[in-house]
């Protein structure tokens, strides 16, 4: 009880919490580290997609841009929803099933230190990501980013991570620990698809853009695309309006799969 009470001890408050988060991250960090299946596929994936449809298939124009540049971008989102998605997902439902989220509770450790650490661990694999990525551009690719761009593409993505986490969340939640793969490719597949990742958002029939316009994969690229003068429409609020309203709405089912969760465990 006395370590419970310290954590919330006026004037200690801020310096504890922050303590603790850091703590739980760096942890979250090495555990996910010792999981060469998440670790190395989620750094994996998108270089190898890069490789083949960016450099393998030689110098192409996807609008005005060339393909190397543009889909530094349109995969950078890939490797960022995939970072979330499975950083947050899979280990809580892999971690609920089997009563790890229950220990958590009885420590005095405050639980949103424990989510916290997750959305951090995922954002350092999205960062990760990006770099992969534009070192890949640079070396083999011709792709030369200013270091304004630069900066700007990675903050981008990497903000726009957080609403693939609440997304993540809200999976883990209802998803068991051996479904939760599974259902996490199944958004993630046909999102990406939809969106304009694997094949240029022009390219794709005209249903299908009307339906990507409701995706927050769809917003994020176009928010990463503008920054290379791939962008296909719409305004920079309004992109981040709609991935801020699909954030909210994935946190409130979260927030309805713990509720249920606590009142299943008492």
Same mark, same amino acid.
């Given at each position: 009880m006395a370590a419970t009470l310290s954590i919330f001890e006026p004037g200690r408050l801020g310096p504890n919490l922050v303590t603790i988060c850091l703590k739980e991250a760096k942890y979250e960090f090495l555990k996910s580290l010792r999981y060469p299946m998440f670790s190395i596929s989620t750094l994996l994936f998108p270089l190898m997609f890069y490789v083949l449809f960016?450099?393998?298939?030689?110098?192409?124009?996807?609008? *005005?841009?060339?393909?190397?540049l543009y889909l530094i971008p349109a995969y950078g989102t890939f490797g960022v929803m995939g970072a979330s998605l499975f950083g947050t997902a899979a280990s809580l439902a892999m971690e609920r099933g089997l009563g790890?989220?229950? &220990?958590k509770r009885a420590s005095p450790m405050p639980l949103f230190a424990y989510f916290v650490a997750k959305v951090v661990m995922s954002m350092i694999f999205s960062v990760s990501n990006v770099l992969a990525l534009v070192l890949m551009g640079a070396a083999f690719g011709g792709v030369h980013l200013?270091?304004?761009?630069?900066?700007?593409l990675v903050v981008t993505l990497v903000a726009g991570s957080l609403p693939f986490c609440a997304m993540g969340l809200a999976i883990?939640?209802?998803a068991g620990p051996n479904s939760a793969p599974a259902m996490i490719n199944?958004?993630? %597949?046909?999102?990406?698809?939809?969106?304009?990742?694997?094949?240029?958002?022009?390219f794709l029939p005209k249903f299908i853009q009307r339906v990507a316009l409701f995706l927050?994969?769809?917003? %994020?690229?176009?928010?990463?695309? *503008? %920054? &290379?003068g791939g962008g296909q429409g719409g305004t920079y609020l309004r992109h981040?309006?709609?991935?801020?309203?699909?954030?909210?709405?994935?946190?409130?089912?979260?927030?309805?799969g713990h509720r249920r969760d606590e009142k299943a465990h008492g």
């Open positions: 960016g450099l393998v298939m030689g110098p192409q124009t996807i609008g *005005n841009v060339r393909s190397t790890w989220l229950e &220990v200013p270091g304004s761009i630069l900066f700007k883990g939640y209802f199944l958004f993630y %597949l046909p999102m990406s698809f939809c969106s304009g990742l694997w094949l240029p958002f022009m927050p994969a769809y917003h %994020l690229s176009q928010l990463a695309l *503008n %920054l &290379v981040w309006q709609m991935l801020a309203g699909f954030a909210l709405i994935s946190l409130g089912v979260a927030w309805v």
